[in-house]
């Protein structure tokens, strides 16, 4: 399925290890309708809710991250 990479959180958790900054894992419901996992940089790990746009894009490492729209 091709996607233009645009899509709302569905749902959303705050990480937290020893040792580590917090970071957010969440559920993203692409406007095609698929559902994928990844996070939402460019936030804090708090201010990542269900129902923020967001749009992908890939990282320096290759991996689809997303940021708000």
């Excluded at 937290?16 to 419901?29: A, K, S, T």
Aim: charged share 25%; aromatic share 4%; hydrophobic share 45%.
């Amino acid at each position: 399925m091709a996607s233009a990479g645009s899509g709302v959180v569905y749902a959303t958790t705050v990480v937290h290890r020893p040792d580590e900054e917090p970071y957010n894992i969440c559920l993203v419901e692409l406007d095609e309708g698929a559902r994928v996992m990844g996070r939402v940089e460019g936030l804090a790990p708090a201010d990542v809710t269900i129902g923020l746009r967001v749009l992908a894009r890939l990282d320096d490492d290759g991996v689809t991250v997303y940021a708000a729209a």
